[in-house]
Protein backbone atom coordinates (compact mmCIF):
# COMPACT_ATOMS: atom_id res chain seq x y z
CA UNK A 1 0.00 0.00 0.00
CA UNK A 2 0.99 3.28 -0.82
CA UNK A 3 0.24 7.15 0.52
CA UNK A 4 -0.15 10.38 -1.87
CA UNK A 5 -0.51 13.56 -0.51
CA UNK A 6 -1.61 16.46 -2.25
CA UNK A 7 -0.68 20.05 -0.63
CA UNK A 8 -3.15 23.18 -1.38
CA UNK A 9 -1.56 24.26 -4.64
CA UNK A 10 -2.34 21.03 -6.25
CA UNK A 11 -6.24 21.22 -5.48
CA UNK A 12 -6.89 24.76 -5.70
CA UNK A 13 -9.31 25.05 -7.74
CA UNK A 14 -11.75 22.81 -9.66
CA UNK A 15 -9.20 22.32 -12.67
CA UNK A 16 -6.92 21.39 -10.36
CA UNK A 17 -9.15 18.92 -8.52
CA UNK A 18 -9.45 17.25 -12.05
CA UNK A 19 -6.13 16.73 -12.62
CA UNK A 20 -5.22 15.20 -8.91
CA UNK A 21 -8.13 13.32 -9.93
CA UNK A 22 -6.55 11.68 -13.30
CA UNK A 23 -3.14 11.04 -11.03
CA UNK A 24 -5.38 8.97 -9.02
CA UNK A 25 -7.04 7.05 -11.33
CA UNK A 26 -3.81 6.03 -13.02
CA UNK A 27 -2.65 4.16 -10.00
CA UNK A 28 -6.55 2.74 -9.10
CA UNK A 29 -5.49 -0.36 -9.03
CA UNK A 30 -3.03 -0.09 -6.63
CA UNK A 31 -3.88 -0.14 -3.12
CA UNK A 32 -3.59 4.38 -2.32
CA UNK A 33 -4.55 6.32 0.71
CA UNK A 34 -4.54 9.58 -0.26
CA UNK A 35 -4.03 12.72 2.34
CA UNK A 36 -5.52 16.25 1.19
CA UNK A 37 -4.24 19.82 2.39
CA UNK A 38 -6.89 22.98 2.48
CA UNK A 39 -7.85 24.00 -1.16
CA UNK A 40 -5.35 26.96 -1.76
CA UNK A 41 -5.28 29.63 1.06
CA UNK A 42 -8.07 28.37 2.56
CA UNK A 43 -5.84 27.70 5.77
CA UNK A 44 -4.57 31.55 5.77
CA UNK A 45 -8.40 32.53 5.26
CA UNK A 46 -9.42 30.59 8.85
CA UNK A 47 -6.80 31.98 10.68
CA UNK A 48 -7.13 35.23 10.19
CA UNK A 49 -11.43 34.32 10.66
CA UNK A 50 -9.89 33.26 14.37
CA UNK A 51 -7.81 35.93 14.98
CA UNK A 52 -10.58 38.54 14.30
CA UNK A 53 -13.25 37.16 16.32
CA UNK A 54 -10.40 36.25 18.77
CA UNK A 55 -9.71 40.64 18.85
CA UNK A 56 -13.26 41.48 18.56
CA UNK A 57 -12.56 42.40 14.75
CA UNK A 58 -14.13 42.61 11.55
CA UNK A 59 -16.76 40.70 10.62
CA UNK A 60 -16.13 36.35 11.41
CA UNK A 61 -19.08 35.50 10.36
CA UNK A 62 -19.41 37.13 7.13
CA UNK A 63 -15.82 36.59 6.05
CA UNK A 64 -16.43 32.56 6.67
CA UNK A 65 -19.29 33.22 4.50
CA UNK A 66 -17.66 34.93 1.85
CA UNK A 67 -15.45 31.33 1.85
CA UNK A 68 -18.70 29.28 1.84
CA UNK A 69 -19.54 31.31 -1.66
CA UNK A 70 -16.07 30.14 -2.93
CA UNK A 71 -16.57 26.95 -2.41
CA UNK A 72 -20.15 26.97 -4.01
CA UNK A 73 -18.18 28.17 -7.65
CA UNK A 74 -15.95 24.90 -7.10
CA UNK A 75 -18.63 22.85 -6.21
CA UNK A 76 -21.20 23.87 -9.47
CA UNK A 77 -18.27 23.30 -11.57
CA UNK A 78 -16.97 20.13 -10.57
CA UNK A 79 -20.61 18.22 -9.57
CA UNK A 80 -24.67 18.67 -11.23
CA UNK A 81 -26.74 20.48 -9.28
CA UNK A 82 -28.52 18.58 -6.49
CA UNK A 83 -25.03 16.46 -5.86
CA UNK A 84 -25.15 15.32 -2.06
CA UNK A 85 -21.84 17.22 -1.67
CA UNK A 86 -23.34 20.63 -1.78
CA UNK A 87 -25.11 19.97 1.90
CA UNK A 88 -22.30 17.85 3.20
CA UNK A 89 -19.73 20.89 2.26
CA UNK A 90 -22.56 23.44 3.82
CA UNK A 91 -22.92 21.30 7.10
CA UNK A 92 -18.91 21.42 7.57
CA UNK A 93 -19.29 24.98 7.97
CA UNK A 94 -22.02 24.29 11.26
CA UNK A 95 -20.13 23.92 13.85
CA UNK A 96 -17.25 26.71 13.02
CA UNK A 97 -20.76 29.46 12.49
CA UNK A 98 -21.39 28.12 16.05
CA UNK A 99 -18.64 28.66 17.42
CA UNK A 100 -18.32 32.11 15.80
CA UNK A 101 -22.07 32.90 16.99
CA UNK A 102 -21.49 32.60 20.89
CA UNK A 103 -19.50 34.95 22.98
CA UNK A 104 -15.52 33.95 23.09
CA UNK A 105 -15.35 31.38 25.48
CA UNK A 106 -12.09 29.41 24.76
CA UNK A 107 -8.39 30.00 24.25
CA UNK A 108 -6.74 31.16 20.80
CA UNK A 109 -5.08 27.89 19.95
CA UNK A 110 -7.95 25.65 20.92
CA UNK A 111 -10.13 27.87 18.71
CA UNK A 112 -7.82 27.80 16.03
CA UNK A 113 -7.83 24.26 15.83
CA UNK A 114 -12.15 24.02 16.15
CA UNK A 115 -12.07 26.30 12.91
CA UNK A 116 -9.14 25.92 11.03
CA UNK A 117 -9.99 22.16 10.27
CA UNK A 118 -12.94 22.83 8.78
CA UNK A 119 -10.47 23.46 5.24
CA UNK A 120 -8.83 19.93 5.04
CA UNK A 121 -12.61 18.37 6.26
CA UNK A 122 -14.04 19.95 2.98
CA UNK A 123 -10.86 19.56 0.56
CA UNK A 124 -11.06 16.16 1.20
CA UNK A 125 -15.25 15.55 0.79
CA UNK A 126 -15.11 17.51 -2.29
CA UNK A 127 -12.34 15.17 -3.42
CA UNK A 128 -13.33 11.89 -2.41
CA UNK A 129 -16.77 12.78 -3.57
CA UNK A 130 -15.24 13.89 -7.32
CA UNK A 131 -13.35 10.34 -7.26
CA UNK A 132 -16.69 8.91 -6.96
CA UNK A 133 -18.48 10.78 -9.24
CA UNK A 134 -15.92 9.61 -11.81
CA UNK A 135 -16.10 6.13 -11.56
CA UNK A 136 -12.93 5.32 -8.73
CA UNK A 137 -14.40 3.76 -5.48
CA UNK A 138 -13.35 6.60 -2.69
CA UNK A 139 -14.03 6.33 0.50
CA UNK A 140 -13.89 9.64 3.05
CA UNK A 141 -12.19 8.67 6.43
CA UNK A 142 -11.84 11.22 9.27
CA UNK A 143 -8.11 11.50 10.13
CA UNK A 144 -9.36 12.72 13.73
CA UNK A 145 -10.23 8.76 14.37
CA UNK A 146 -6.65 7.84 13.07
CA UNK A 147 -4.20 10.52 14.11
CA UNK A 148 -4.48 10.73 18.47
CA UNK A 149 -2.68 13.82 20.13
CA UNK A 150 -2.09 15.44 23.50
CA UNK A 151 -4.00 19.10 23.63
CA UNK A 152 -0.96 21.10 22.52
CA UNK A 153 -3.43 23.06 20.05
CA UNK A 154 -2.00 24.28 17.24
CA UNK A 155 1.02 22.21 17.56
CA UNK A 156 0.29 18.70 18.62
CA UNK A 157 2.29 15.93 19.71
CA UNK A 158 1.57 12.22 18.29
CA UNK A 159 0.57 9.63 20.29
CA UNK A 160 2.18 7.26 18.51
CA UNK A 161 1.11 3.96 20.36
CA UNK A 162 -2.48 5.02 20.42
CA UNK A 163 -2.48 5.80 16.62
CA UNK A 164 -0.77 2.97 15.38
CA UNK A 165 -3.39 0.40 16.57
CA UNK A 166 -6.20 2.74 15.15
CA UNK A 167 -4.42 3.07 12.10
CA UNK A 168 -3.60 -1.01 11.43
CA UNK A 169 -6.53 -2.30 13.20
CA UNK A 170 -9.11 -0.44 10.16
CA UNK A 171 -6.92 0.62 7.56
CA UNK A 172 -5.47 -2.35 5.85
CA UNK A 173 -9.35 -3.66 5.10
CA UNK A 174 -10.55 -0.50 3.76
CA UNK A 175 -7.64 -0.17 1.63
CA UNK A 176 -8.24 -3.25 0.11
CA UNK A 177 -12.03 -2.05 -1.35
CA UNK A 178 -11.41 1.79 -1.59
CA UNK A 179 -9.09 4.20 -2.20
CA UNK A 180 -9.08 6.31 0.92
CA UNK A 181 -9.26 9.91 0.82
CA UNK A 182 -8.37 11.81 4.24
CA UNK A 183 -7.46 15.12 5.44
CA UNK A 184 -3.61 16.64 6.40
CA UNK A 185 -2.67 18.63 9.37
CA UNK A 186 -5.66 17.61 11.43
CA UNK A 187 -5.73 15.35 14.31
CA UNK A 188 -7.93 14.67 17.58
CA UNK A 189 -7.33 14.30 21.44
CA UNK A 190 -8.62 10.66 23.31
CA UNK A 191 -11.35 13.26 24.32
CA UNK A 192 -12.63 14.02 20.71
CA UNK A 193 -11.31 17.70 20.30
CA UNK A 194 -9.51 18.72 17.30
CA UNK A 195 -5.91 19.40 17.22
CA UNK A 196 -3.64 20.58 14.35
CA UNK A 197 -0.12 19.31 13.54
CA UNK A 198 1.44 22.80 12.64
CA UNK A 199 1.12 24.89 9.80
CA UNK A 200 1.98 22.98 6.10
CA UNK A 201 1.73 19.64 8.38
CA UNK A 202 -0.11 17.39 6.02
CA UNK A 203 3.41 15.90 4.79
CA UNK A 204 3.36 15.10 8.36
CA UNK A 205 0.19 13.61 8.47
CA UNK A 206 1.36 11.37 5.26
CA UNK A 207 4.12 10.00 7.23
CA UNK A 208 2.17 9.00 9.91
CA UNK A 209 -0.24 7.00 8.04
CA UNK A 210 2.75 5.90 6.29
CA UNK A 211 4.87 5.10 9.08
CA UNK A 212 1.63 3.28 10.91
CA UNK A 213 1.43 0.69 7.97
CA UNK A 214 4.72 -0.43 7.06
CA UNK A 215 3.44 1.34 3.76
CA UNK A 216 5.87 0.94 0.64
CA UNK A 217 6.13 4.32 -0.45
CA UNK A 218 4.94 8.08 0.31
CA UNK A 219 4.23 10.56 -2.63
CA UNK A 220 4.19 13.86 -1.90
CA UNK A 221 2.82 16.12 -4.97
CA UNK A 222 3.93 19.29 -5.50
CA UNK A 223 3.69 21.99 -8.22
CA UNK A 224 7.81 21.84 -8.14
CA UNK A 225 9.52 19.03 -10.04
CA UNK A 226 10.82 17.47 -6.99
CA UNK A 227 12.88 18.40 -4.38
CA UNK A 228 15.42 21.62 -6.16
CA UNK A 229 18.80 23.06 -4.43
CA UNK A 230 17.04 26.39 -4.13
CA UNK A 231 13.87 28.20 -4.05
CA UNK A 232 13.06 29.00 -7.63
CA UNK A 233 11.52 32.22 -5.84
CA UNK A 234 15.45 32.78 -5.39
CA UNK A 235 17.30 31.59 -8.52
CA UNK A 236 16.22 31.23 -11.89
CA UNK A 237 18.83 28.05 -12.71
CA UNK A 238 17.73 25.85 -10.03
CA UNK A 239 18.49 22.27 -10.14
CA UNK A 240 16.47 19.41 -9.03
CA UNK A 241 18.14 16.45 -6.69
CA UNK A 242 17.11 13.32 -8.06
CA UNK A 243 18.11 11.40 -4.99
CA UNK A 244 18.36 12.35 -1.71
CA UNK A 245 19.50 10.52 1.90
CA UNK A 246 17.40 11.04 4.81
CA UNK A 247 20.21 12.59 6.59
CA UNK A 248 20.59 15.81 4.02
CA UNK A 249 16.49 15.79 3.55
CA UNK A 250 16.13 16.28 7.54
CA UNK A 251 18.94 19.06 7.65
CA UNK A 252 17.78 20.88 5.03
CA UNK A 253 13.96 20.91 6.03
CA UNK A 254 15.73 21.41 9.42
CA UNK A 255 17.17 24.94 8.17
CA UNK A 256 14.21 25.73 6.47
CA UNK A 257 13.77 24.47 3.04
CA UNK A 258 9.95 24.76 2.50
CA UNK A 259 9.31 21.46 0.58
CA UNK A 260 8.86 18.96 2.80
CA UNK A 261 7.51 19.47 6.90
CA UNK A 262 10.43 18.99 8.57
CA UNK A 263 8.85 16.70 10.62
CA UNK A 264 7.88 14.36 7.81
CA UNK A 265 11.21 12.53 7.58
CA UNK A 266 11.69 10.75 10.99
CA UNK A 267 9.09 8.47 11.07
CA UNK A 268 9.74 7.25 7.16
CA UNK A 269 13.34 6.92 7.91
CA UNK A 270 12.54 4.58 11.21
CA UNK A 271 10.69 2.28 8.92
CA UNK A 272 12.71 3.26 5.51
CA UNK A 273 10.08 3.96 3.90
CA UNK A 274 11.01 5.39 0.61
CA UNK A 275 9.50 9.60 -0.08
CA UNK A 276 9.02 10.46 -3.31
CA UNK A 277 8.54 14.53 -4.10
CA UNK A 278 7.32 14.81 -7.60
CA UNK A 279 4.83 17.44 -10.12
CA UNK A 280 1.45 16.90 -10.52
CA UNK A 281 1.85 18.78 -13.77
CA UNK A 282 4.17 16.20 -14.80
CA UNK A 283 3.51 13.43 -12.92
CA UNK A 284 5.20 10.81 -15.82
CA UNK A 285 8.59 12.82 -14.57
CA UNK A 286 10.69 11.16 -11.98
CA UNK A 287 11.06 13.60 -9.45
CA UNK A 288 12.87 13.26 -6.19
CA UNK A 289 13.51 9.93 -3.54
CA UNK A 290 14.58 10.51 -0.48
CA UNK A 291 15.46 7.11 0.84
CA UNK A 292 18.78 5.38 2.41
CA UNK A 293 21.60 6.33 0.19
CA UNK A 294 25.13 7.28 1.01
CA UNK A 295 24.73 9.84 -1.71
CA UNK A 296 25.73 13.03 -1.03
CA UNK A 297 23.90 16.32 -2.09
CA UNK A 298 25.13 16.49 -5.87
CA UNK A 299 25.00 19.98 -5.79
CA UNK A 300 25.18 22.48 -3.47
CA UNK A 301 21.59 24.00 -1.78
CA UNK A 302 20.67 26.89 -0.57
CA UNK A 303 17.87 28.04 1.72
CA UNK A 304 17.22 31.55 2.60
CA UNK A 305 14.60 32.39 6.11
CA UNK A 306 13.39 35.81 5.53
CA UNK A 307 11.97 38.22 8.03
CA UNK A 308 14.41 37.22 11.40
CA UNK A 309 15.18 39.06 14.25
CA UNK A 310 18.44 38.58 16.47
CA UNK A 311 18.05 39.10 19.93
CA UNK A 312 21.24 39.57 21.89
CA UNK A 313 20.60 38.38 25.35
CA UNK A 314 22.56 39.39 28.05
CA UNK A 315 22.43 38.79 32.24
CA UNK A 316 21.60 41.85 33.86
CA UNK A 317 24.65 41.24 36.56
CA UNK A 318 27.23 40.22 34.24
CA UNK A 319 26.95 36.88 35.32
CA UNK A 320 28.34 34.12 32.69
CA UNK A 321 25.76 32.65 30.26
CA UNK A 322 25.75 28.97 31.31
CA UNK A 323 23.56 26.14 31.89
CA UNK A 324 20.82 27.52 34.34
CA UNK A 325 20.54 31.03 32.34
CA UNK A 326 21.03 29.32 28.64
CA UNK A 327 18.24 26.57 30.48
CA UNK A 328 16.11 28.93 31.22
CA UNK A 329 16.14 31.00 28.38
CA UNK A 330 15.62 28.01 26.05
CA UNK A 331 12.42 27.06 28.54
CA UNK A 332 10.95 30.33 27.74
CA UNK A 333 11.71 29.92 23.88
CA UNK A 334 9.80 26.52 24.20
CA UNK A 335 6.76 28.55 26.30
CA UNK A 336 6.63 31.39 23.52
CA UNK A 337 6.62 28.69 20.97
CA UNK A 338 9.23 30.63 19.08
CA UNK A 339 11.80 28.26 16.88
CA UNK A 340 15.15 29.06 17.09
CA UNK A 341 16.92 28.88 14.06
CA UNK A 342 20.42 29.87 15.04
CA UNK A 343 22.92 30.63 18.27
CA UNK A 344 25.48 31.46 19.36
CA UNK A 345 27.22 31.95 22.76
CA UNK A 346 29.99 33.86 24.30
CA UNK A 347 31.29 34.55 28.10
CA UNK A 348 27.75 36.98 28.65
CA UNK A 349 25.89 37.51 25.44
CA UNK A 350 23.68 34.39 24.24
CA UNK A 351 22.26 35.28 20.30
CA UNK A 352 19.68 33.52 18.88
CA UNK A 353 18.04 34.10 15.52
CA UNK A 354 14.18 33.66 15.11
CA UNK A 355 11.75 33.70 13.02
CA UNK A 356 9.59 37.62 13.78
CA UNK A 357 6.26 36.30 14.12
CA UNK A 358 4.83 38.81 15.85
CA UNK A 359 2.66 38.31 19.31
CA UNK A 360 4.85 36.00 20.29
CA UNK A 361 7.97 37.24 19.95
CA UNK A 362 6.96 40.15 21.77
CA UNK A 363 6.20 38.38 24.77
CA UNK A 364 9.14 36.39 24.89
CA UNK A 365 11.02 39.54 24.82
CA UNK A 366 9.11 40.75 27.75
CA UNK A 367 9.58 37.93 30.28
CA UNK A 368 13.19 37.57 28.92
CA UNK A 369 13.68 41.49 29.88
CA UNK A 370 12.75 40.61 33.67
CA UNK A 371 15.66 39.01 33.61
CA UNK A 372 18.18 40.23 30.96
CA UNK A 373 19.01 42.76 29.01
CA UNK A 374 17.67 42.16 25.42
CA UNK A 375 19.37 43.87 22.29
CA UNK A 376 17.14 43.34 19.10
CA UNK A 377 18.32 43.22 15.52
CA UNK A 378 15.19 42.55 13.00
CA UNK A 379 14.80 42.47 9.44
CA UNK A 380 17.40 39.71 8.43
CA UNK A 381 17.97 37.16 6.27
CA UNK A 382 19.07 33.66 7.31
CA UNK A 383 20.77 31.91 4.47
CA UNK A 384 21.84 28.49 4.64
CA UNK A 385 24.37 26.92 2.48
CA UNK A 386 24.32 22.39 2.58
CA UNK A 387 27.48 21.82 1.05
CA UNK A 388 29.05 24.99 0.72
CA UNK A 389 32.30 26.32 -1.10
CA UNK A 390 33.58 29.70 -1.55
CA UNK A 391 31.75 30.82 -5.01
CA UNK A 392 28.76 30.01 -3.39
CA UNK A 393 29.07 32.29 -0.37
CA UNK A 394 30.08 34.87 -2.40
CA UNK A 395 27.02 34.20 -4.67
CA UNK A 396 24.55 34.77 -2.04
CA UNK A 397 26.15 37.85 -0.40
CA UNK A 398 25.61 40.19 -3.27
CA UNK A 399 24.55 43.59 -1.71
CA UNK A 400 24.46 42.08 2.08
CA UNK A 401 26.57 41.78 4.95
CA UNK A 402 27.15 39.19 7.51
CA UNK A 403 26.32 40.02 11.16
CA UNK A 404 26.55 36.60 12.13
CA UNK A 405 28.06 33.48 10.61
CA UNK A 406 28.62 29.79 11.78
CA UNK A 407 30.08 27.04 9.92
CA UNK A 408 31.10 22.90 9.94
CA UNK A 409 32.14 20.63 7.67
CA UNK A 410 28.87 20.71 5.11
CA UNK A 411 26.77 23.96 6.63
CA UNK A 412 27.67 27.28 6.44
CA UNK A 413 24.48 29.55 8.04
CA UNK A 414 24.88 33.38 7.62
CA UNK A 415 22.71 35.71 9.51
CA UNK A 416 23.08 38.73 6.78
CA UNK A 417 21.21 41.89 6.80
CA UNK A 418 21.23 44.38 3.44
CA UNK A 419 24.48 46.65 2.65
CA UNK A 420 23.26 50.18 3.40
CA UNK A 421 23.47 53.31 0.85
CA UNK A 422 26.35 55.64 2.41
N1 LIG B 1 -3.64 23.50 5.34
C1 LIG B 1 -2.58 23.52 6.29
C2 LIG B 1 -1.71 24.76 6.08
O1 LIG B 1 -1.94 25.51 5.16
C3 LIG B 1 -1.76 22.27 6.27
C4 LIG B 1 -1.03 21.99 4.97
O2 LIG B 1 -1.36 22.58 3.94
O3 LIG B 1 -0.15 21.16 4.99
O4 LIG B 1 -0.82 24.99 6.85
Redesign the pocket.
Known amino acids: MQVFKF ?2 ASVKDAQSIQKVAEIIKSHQNEKTLVVV ?2 MGK ?3 LLVSIVKNFYNGKGDPLNELSSIKQGFEEVLSSLFPAGHAIFDDVFNSFIEAEWILEDPLADSYDYLYDQIVCI ?2 LISSRILAAYLNLNGIKAQWIDARDFIITDDTHREANVDWEATEQRIKEQIPSLVEQYTLVTQ ?2 IASTTENHTTTLG ?5 YSAAIFAACQDAAQVTIWKDVPGVLNADPKWFNDTELIEELSYRDAIELTYYGANVI ?1 PKTIKPLQNKQIPLYVKSFLEPQEKGTVIRATKLKLPVPSFIFKVNQILLHIQPKDFSFILEDNLSHIFRLCYEHRTKINMMHNTAINFAISLDDTGENVCNLIETLEKRYCIHTVSDLELITIRYYNQETIDRVLVDKEIIKELKDSYTCQMLVQKKREL
Open positions: GGSATTDGEGFRDGSDH
